[in-house]
C-alpha cells in the first residue's frame, strides 16, 4: 500500500475513533445527570434492561476503540492490510468496507465456518 491509501485509512480510523470516543462520552453524561425514581416495578425492570443494553454497547465499543487503536499502530509499522493469517494482502475493496479487518476474505469466511461448526 503506498502511502497515500495509508493516510487514506489513518484518516477513516481516526475519525471513527472520535465519533466512538464522543459517543462514549455522552451516555456517560446521560446516565450521570438523569437519576431515576421509578415507583412501578415494570419500569425498574425495563430500565434494568436499558442498563445492561447500555452496558453491553459500551463493551462492544470499549473493544472496537482498542482494536482501531491496535490498527492505527499497524499503519505505523508498516503492517497494516495484510491478514494475519495468512499473510497476504486484505484486499483495498475489504477494508474500505471494514478498516479494521485483520483477516482476509478467505481467512475469514473459514474462520466462520469453523465458529459454527464447533458452535461459536
Ligand atoms: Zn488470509
Excluded: H, W
Excluded at 4 to 33: H, P, T, W
Excluded at 82 to 107: F, H, Q, V
Amino acid at each position: 500500500m503506498n502511502p497515500e491509501q495509508l493516510n487514506y485509512f489513518r484518516q477513516m480510523l481516526v475519525d471513527q475513533l472520535n465519533s466512538l470516543d464522543e459517543n462514549a462520552g455522552n451516555a456517560q453524561g446521560k446516565l450521570i445527570s438523569e437519576p431515576k425514581n421509578l415507583p412501578d416495578e415494570l419500569d425498574q425492570a425495563a430500565e434494568e434492561d436499558n442498563r445492561r443494553t447500555e452496558l453491553r454497547i459500551r463493551d462492544r465499543e470499549r473493544k472496537l476503540i482498542n482494536k482501531i487503536k491496535e490498527t492505527l499502530e499497524k499503519i505505523e509499522n508498516g503492517e497494516y492490510g495484510y491478514c494475519k493469517s495468512c499473510s497476504y494482502p486484505i484486499g483495498k475493496a475489504r477494508l474500505e468496507a471494514r478498516p479494521t479487518a485483520d483477516l482476509c476474505i478467505n481467512c475469514k469466511d473459514l474462520e466462520e465456518q469453523e465458529e459454527r461448526q464447533f458452535g461459536g
